[in-house]
């Protein structure tokens, strides 16, 4: 038997063994409910019929999509909205050749996300062979995209294994990780403790030491202009709360990363996008002192050093909260590196501000700034189609009024290309909870971000939370099948469509490369679609707005009606793909040749 407690037991101890055996999938089962872990997606194969059965009985939510990269997004945007390790599984071979776009956005947006992936017996995988049904080597293609890989070879391996995908999926840096299951042990048995204590194998929060602390917190009082610049891992380590605490006491605007941009409760009216609200430029450029949170200082904040960061680099100083130590310095140099997790050393930086700094008149203005900055954006669209007359519905509209009928308490999923640049400078809500996939831009993935991620909220939670997912065609066709199963579930999901019928970001590329006028090769396609009909063939509501006017009350119709509702709204495709906001900006994420 295999039990690694931190405090070896022994028989007269605390660790008393169950009677008789306990079958391996019931055991994996045990594993993953002490980290409060009751939520598997996957699609069922002979590996996996009994996990989803013993699941179910037990009270789990077991989730089966129509793809397995669908399952893999889906248990990737459930870590998101959890901040735990969430559980994918699939099935041997092409299985697990399906989940590789997932697994690959797990690495690359650092979700700790852990896959089963289904084996033929031990005995099988290491014979000399040929012609082999359904098989292949599966740990040789999957290393290099996981922070871990093991198998269960026996019985008795089964507890090391599971949890130390669990302790090195959550520790530094999250990411996936991957366990192979070989039929051979789904109904072997070993004997276990007949308690298992919750949240016993997770590694602990690291900390900062007092010296760095103190000197962090000197930096901050001292400075006359400070900024929080806050990225992705803040809201997937669910550290809002703790960085609310941080920002009142620095008294400062919050600058969010193109990942972070959940908007955290109670300082909303302080917090901006860097690069697409003109206020954080301000903010940027006035700073002398900025507080790095659950960000990599990557491309889209230009590492952080150059383009906005240029003024004012001579006396700006940096404190980088980074569990990493070896990120830091990486980008750019770092006055005051802070090694541990923001969970445990963002409490520790707020206590030692004691009463804080004093408010000063920056902050009051970059506030009005943004706030009127939003209301000028909704005011410019009035003169921009409104899809009346022959021109649909210009993006920029399309996106102001799908997102000032957004519900206050709702889950925000983003999805697309050319629609997604218009959102960074239209969007007119403020939502908490955002759940979209920045850095590896891999498009096609809203749909199940949004299964996942209202199913896994409704489990955490008890409550059933409205989800908006504001898309296009081209990327909202990647998984459409996956409707069914939020149908399925009954999820309270309102699809907004923005159609255009073509790839408008490749159709911009190809006008801005070869002129107006050129062949877009490969980037149209059938004017024809009507996915409020296909929404309806799979047992959704479907709606057609013709007009920009008439999105809004469609919005309000679906959440009042319940259940999941699919919104087609014409967009115009001159507009989306020729007049896309700031796309200058955004160009100069890819930071080649750049020093």
């Given at each position: 038997m295999s039990y690694d407690d931190p405090k070896p037991a022994t028989a007269t101890s605390d660790l008393k063994l169950k009677a008789g055996g306990t079958p391996v999938y019931k055991r994996i089962l045990d594993l993953f409910e002490a980290e409060g872990i009751k939520t598997l997606f996957g699609i069922p194969d002979p590996n996996f019929v009994h996990l989803c059965l013993e699941a179910e009985a037990r009270g789990w939510t077991v989730v089966s999509p129509h793809h397995e990269a669908a399952a893999g997004f889906m248990a990737e945007a459930a870590s998101r909205i959890t901040g735990k390790p969430a559980v994918c599984f699939g099935t041997l071979g092409p299985g697990l050749a399906n989940m590789m776009p997932a697994i690959q956005c797990c690495k690359v947006e650092n979700s700790p996300v852990i896959f089963l992936g289904g084996q033929r017996a031990r005995v099988t995988e290491r014979r000399v062979r040929r012609g082999r049904i359904q098989f292949v080597r599966q740990e040789p293609m999957i290393e290099a995209s996981v922070k871990y890989s093991g198998s269960i070879e026996y019985a008795d391996q089964c507890d090391e294994v599971i949890r130390e995908a669990i302790r090195i999926a959550m520790s530094g840096t999250p990411g996936p990780t991957y366990v192979e299951y070989p039929s051979h042990v789904i109904l072997e048995?070993?004997?276990?403790?007949?308690?298992?204590?919750?949240?016993?194998?997770?590694?602990?929060?690291?900390g900062a030491d007092g010296d760095r602390i103190a000197e962090a917190a000197k930096l901050i009082l001292a400075a006359k202009n400070p900024i929080l610049l806050v990225g992705h891992a803040v809201h997937t380590s669910k550290s809002g709360a703790a960085v609310k605490d941080l920002a009142l006491k620095m008294n400062c605007p919050v600058i969010q990363t193109s990942g972070g941009t959940s908007y955290i409760e109670g300082i909303e009216d302080r917090t901006f996008q860097y690069v697409f609200s003109d206020a954080s430029i301000e903010a940027v450029e006035a700073s002398d002192c900025v507080v790095a949170l659950g960000t990599e200082?990557?491309?889209?904040?230009?590492?952080?050093r150059w383009r906005h960061w240029y003024a004012g680099?001579?006396?700006r100083k940096w404190i980088y909260v980074q569990q990493d130590p070896t990120a830091?310095?990486?980008?750019?140099?770092?006055?005051?590196?802070?090694?541990?997790?923001?969970?445990?050393v963002v409490p520790q930086l707020t206590r030692a501000l004691g009463e804080g700094r004093p408010a000063g008149d920056d902050l009051a203005k970059f506030m009005r700034d943004g706030q009127a900055e939003l209301d000028s954006l909704a005011q410019e669209v009035l003169a921009k189609s409104d899809g009346t007359g022959n021109v649909p519905v210009?993006?920029?509209?399309?996106?102001?009024?799908?997102t000032k009928a957004f519900p206050r308490d709702g889950i925000m999923i983003r999805d697309g290309g050319a629609t997604v640049i218009f959102g960074w400078t239209y969007n007119q809500c403020?939502?908490?909870?955002?759940?979209?996939?920045q850095n590896y831009g891999h498009i096609g993935t809203g749909l199940p971000y949004a299964t996942g991620a209202m199913l896994a909220d409704q489990a955490e939670t008890g409550k059933q939370r409205p989800g908006m997912l504001v898309t296009s065609d081209s990327s909202f066709?990647?998984?459409?099948?996956?409707?069914?199963?939020a149908v399925r579930r009954n999820l309270?999901?309102?699809?907004?469509?923005?159609?255009d019928f073509q790839w408008g970001l490749e159709v911009g590329v190809y006008k801005r490369t070869f002129g107006l006028g050129t062949a877009e090769t490969g980037t149209h396609w059938s004017n024809t679609v009507r996915f409020d009909k296909i929404a309806e063939g799979l047992g959704a509501h479907g709606e057609f707005c013709a007009t920009a006017a008439e999105i809004g009350p469609a919005i309000a119709r679906a959440y009042d009606r319940g259940g999941v509702t699919v919104i087609h709204v014409p967009i115009d495709p001159k507009a989306n793909s020729e007049e896309m906001p700031k796309y200058e900006k955004f160009r100069t994420w890819y930071a080649e040749g750049t020093q």
């Amino acid at each position: 038997m295999s039990y690694d407690d931190p405090k070896p037991a022994t028989a007269t101890s605390d660790l008393k063994l169950k009677a008789g055996g306990t079958p391996v999938y019931k055991r994996i089962l045990d594993l993953f409910e002490a980290e409060g872990i009751k939520t598997l997606f996957g699609i069922p194969d002979p590996n996996f019929v009994h996990l989803c059965l013993e699941a179910e009985a037990r009270g789990w939510t077991v989730v089966s999509p129509h793809h397995e990269a669908a399952a893999g997004f889906m248990a990737e945007a459930a870590s998101r909205i959890t901040g735990k390790p969430a559980v994918c599984f699939g099935t041997l071979g092409p299985g697990l050749a399906n989940m590789m776009p997932a697994i690959q956005c797990c690495k690359v947006e650092n979700s700790p996300v852990i896959f089963l992936g289904g084996q033929r017996a031990r005995v099988t995988e290491r014979r000399v062979r040929r012609g082999r049904i359904q098989f292949v080597r599966q740990e040789p293609m999957i290393e290099a995209s996981v922070k871990y890989s093991g198998s269960i070879e026996y019985a008795d391996q089964c507890d090391e294994v599971i949890r130390e995908a669990i302790r090195i999926a959550m520790s530094g840096t999250p990411g996936p990780t991957y366990v192979e299951y070989p039929s051979h042990v789904i109904l072997e048995e070993l004997d276990v403790p007949e308690v298992l204590p919750p949240h016993r194998y997770r590694l602990t929060n690291q900390g900062a030491d007092g010296d760095r602390i103190a000197e962090a917190a000197k930096l901050i009082l001292a400075a006359k202009n400070p900024i929080l610049l806050v990225g992705h891992a803040v809201h997937t380590s669910k550290s809002g709360a703790a960085v609310k605490d941080l920002a009142l006491k620095m008294n400062c605007p919050v600058i969010q990363t193109s990942g972070g941009t959940s908007y955290i409760e109670g300082i909303e009216d302080r917090t901006f996008q860097y690069v697409f609200s003109d206020a954080s430029i301000e903010a940027v450029e006035a700073s002398d002192c900025v507080v790095a949170l659950g960000t990599e200082l990557g491309e889209p904040v230009h590492f952080g050093r150059w383009r906005h960061w240029y003024a004012g680099e001579a006396e700006r100083k940096w404190i980088y909260v980074q569990q990493d130590p070896t990120a830091i310095g990486v980008n750019r140099p770092i006055d005051v590196p802070l090694v541990g997790d923001v969970r445990a050393v963002v409490p520790q930086l707020t206590r030692a501000l004691g009463e804080g700094r004093p408010a000063g008149d920056d902050l009051a203005k970059f506030m009005r700034d943004g706030q009127a900055e939003l209301d000028s954006l909704a005011q410019e669209v009035l003169a921009k189609s409104d899809g009346t007359g022959n021109v649909p519905v210009h993006t920029s509209r399309f996106i102001v009024e799908a997102t000032k009928a957004f519900p206050r308490d709702g889950i925000m999923i983003r999805d697309g290309g050319a629609t997604v640049i218009f959102g960074w400078t239209y969007n007119q809500c403020k939502p908490n909870d955002v759940i979209w996939n920045q850095n590896y831009g891999h498009i096609g993935t809203g749909l199940p971000y949004a299964t996942g991620a209202m199913l896994a909220d409704q489990a955490e939670t008890g409550k059933q939370r409205p989800g908006m997912l504001v898309t296009s065609d081209s990327s909202f066709l990647f998984h459409i099948a996956e409707l069914e199963v939020a149908v399925r579930r009954n999820l309270p999901l309102v699809c907004v469509v923005g159609v255009d019928f073509q790839w408008g970001l490749e159709v911009g590329v190809y006008k801005r490369t070869f002129g107006l006028g050129t062949a877009e090769t490969g980037t149209h396609w059938s004017n024809t679609v009507r996915f409020d009909k296909i929404a309806e063939g799979l047992g959704a509501h479907g709606e057609f707005c013709a007009t920009a006017a008439e999105i809004g009350p469609a919005i309000a119709r679906a959440y009042d009606r319940g259940g999941v509702t699919v919104i087609h709204v014409p967009i115009d495709p001159k507009a989306n793909s020729e007049e896309m906001p700031k796309y200058e900006k955004f160009r100069t994420w890819y930071a080649e040749g750049t020093q």
